[in-house]
């Protein structure tokens, strides 16, 4: 694990494991592939990106298969992250 602090951030970067402490990510295209997940405190994003691969895409994408209404499962969705509703 990784701690970044206080510094702009371009190009590609790692998110797994690593802490992001006041840190202007500009121009950059970030990843997460499904390890531990990153921490965020206080950052910026300046015409960032995110790409999910491995695990963490997958996973996406399966609740993505169980969103729309026509499944009858989008409650399940909806449960597991209920900061989406309202």
């Known amino acids: 694990m990784a701690e970044f ?4 951030l371009t190009g590609e970067v790692t998110l ?3 802490v992001f402490i006041n840190v202007n990510f500009k121009d950059a295209e970030l990843n997460y592939s499904g ?3 990153p921490r965020f405190d ?3 994003f300046t015409n960032a990106t995110f790409n999910l691969g491995g695990a963490a ?3 996406v994408n399966f609740l993505r298969s169980m969103a729309p209404a026509s499944t009858n499962m989008r ?3 909806l449960g597991l992250l209920p ?3 309202g």
Request: proline share 5%.
């Open 57 to 59: 895409g997958s996973t």
């Open 83 to 85: 900061e989406l509703q």
């Open 35 to 37: 390890g531990v997940p």
């Open 16 to 18: 797994d494991g690593n």
């Open 75 to 77: 409650f399940v969705v």
């Open 42 to 44: 206080s950052c910026r």
């Open 5 to 8: 602090k206080d510094q702009t």
